[in-house]
């Protein structure tokens, strides 16, 4: 039945259950690569293409399959960088790498968009087909600082410095950059299915309630429907749709042409090829891929029960974490989709753009976010990173390397929460800490 999201009752509810109903209860490293229950055979059939697509190795055409790839990419599949449909890793330059650089000029475009930077375009493509030159070569290097917190407890945190060499031609002056790790493709279906009013109750642009925290959407240009939207995917919420970010995937990080992005990521630089083979990627494709990463399940929770979690529940609640990670809310209705129709679901975020401090901002405006602003990640699934990628890297960049530094990287809106965290004793952080990987 189509019905309103309604209130759920609190009385015997599962707190395990992040993505509603059709949660799966899987701690593996294929956790996050689980369909929705109960699709029906054709929707169950179009989830399996999409697998299939996403795991496919683009190669340079003519081919008789796959064909298209580059001239200039970042990476040749869609799980080079997404690790087992979860997130990357911070490196540049190798085969399993998952570090994309934003690239723009200070200014907007005609749609208030990022203002492309002239011969390299929004993002850098670090990667050339035979005889192509690659855009730039990425590096990175690191300088550490040490916190210590109140019960003594010495923590380092490295701050990433970003440098380019050898460009096919001189980098205009003046350029702003802003570095990406790949992040998990699951839960994508609830976020998009969150009505916009939800999100929008949230907002406190003018911090009316005087919590310190004044958070706001950010509203950005569709290229498929060609209005502006509300944004919900991406590190500053700049994309508004999941077929909009899967098509500017395919386009931006490996140089395939789609009906959404029907143009060569590299057209009017040296690397264009000028062949009419656009586009590149047929939409039974492209809509198979789209359909997968929608109907992708969300992981459990695990261990609600212990002690020590439901301590560091309240600690989380205690020191303001969940006034951005907000835990619960519901979906609207979708009634092509009934998985993920009107569920109660606990994605620990509040999908809105807030001020993060100096230290991790990175200069560079999307549409109305800031150079400090950054949207709240989810935080589900978090504790299952180790195991589906094999490492634990966090924020938008990778720099952090354990909860506890994603923590003290908090500062701006987050400041007050950050100095709460410092000032537990190591019990409570322990506790707060095992929490969150229990997300």
């Given at each position: ?172 002056a003046g350029y702003l950059s802003s570095a ?57 919420a700049n994309t508004a749709t999941i077929a ?196």
């Amino acid at each position: 039945m189509c019905r309103k999201p309604g209130d759920y009752a609190e009385t015997n509810y599962d707190p395990r259950l992040s993505g509603g109903t059709y949660t799966v209860f899987d701690e593996t490293s294929g956790a996050f690569g689980h369909e929705l229950a109960l699709l029906n055979a054709h929707d169950g059939r179009i989830h399996k293409l999409g697998d299939n697509g996403i795991g496919q190795t683009f190669v340079t055409a003519p081919a008789p399959i796959n064909s298209g790839l580059g001239p200039i990419f970042s990476n040749v599949s869609c799980i080079s960088c997404h690790h087992n449909d979860g997130k990357g890793n911070p490196t540049s330059g190798l085969v399993n790498s998952s570090l994309l650089l934003r690239l723009s000029l200070p200014g907007s475009n005609a749609n208030g968009g990022p203002l492309p930077l002239p011969g390299f375009g929004l993002q850098l493509q670090d990667v050339g087909t035979f005889n192509v030159l690659p855009e730039a070569k990425l590096s990175i290097s690191y300088t550490t600082k040490k916190i210590t917190l109140a019960d003594g407890t010495i923590i380092s945190l490295r701050s990433p410095a970003y440098t380019l060499s050898n460009p096919y031609i001189p980098l205009p002056a003046g350029y702003l950059s802003s570095a990406r790790m790949a992040p998990p493709f699951f839960g994508l279906g609830f976020i998009e299915n969150i009505a916009e009013q939800t999100i929008l109750s949230f907002a406190d642009e003018n911090d009316a309630n005087g919590d310190g925290i004044s958070g706001r959407p950010n509203y950005v240009y569709d290229p498929m429907t060609k209005t502006r939207m509300i944004g919900r995917f991406g590190m500053k919420a700049n994309t508004a749709t999941i077929a909009t970010q899967v098509a500017s995937a395919y386009s931006q990080d490996m140089g395939i042409t789609t009906s959404i992005f029907p143009t060569e990521s590299c057209f009017g630089q040296l690397q264009y090829d000028g062949k009419p083979d656009d586009p590149e990627l047929p939409d039974s494709i492209l809509n198979a891929a789209i359909f997968y990463i929608k109907t992708l399940a969300v992981p459990a929770r695990r261990n609600v029960t212990d002690a020590v979690n439901l301590q560091g529940e309240q600690i989380f609640k205690q020191i303001a974490c969940s006034n951005c990670h907000i835990p619960t809310m519901n979906t609207g209705v979708d009634v092509t989709l009934p998985a993920i129709s009107n569920q109660r679901i606990h994605p620990y975020t509040d999908l809105l753009l807030h001020d993060m401090g100096a230290g991790l901002a990175d200069g560079r405006p999307d549409f109305l976010a800031t150079g400090t602003e950054w949207k709240t990640p989810a935080l589900w699934g978090i504790g299952l990173f180790q195991k589906t990628s094999g490492t634990a890297f966090y924020l938008h960049d990778g720099r952090a390397r354990s909860i506890e530094e994603a923590i003290l990287w908090h500062d701006g809106e987050a400041a007050a929460a950050k100095n709460k965290f410092i000032q537990l004793s190591g019990t409570d952080r322990t506790a707060l800490v095992k929490f969150i990987k229990s997300l």
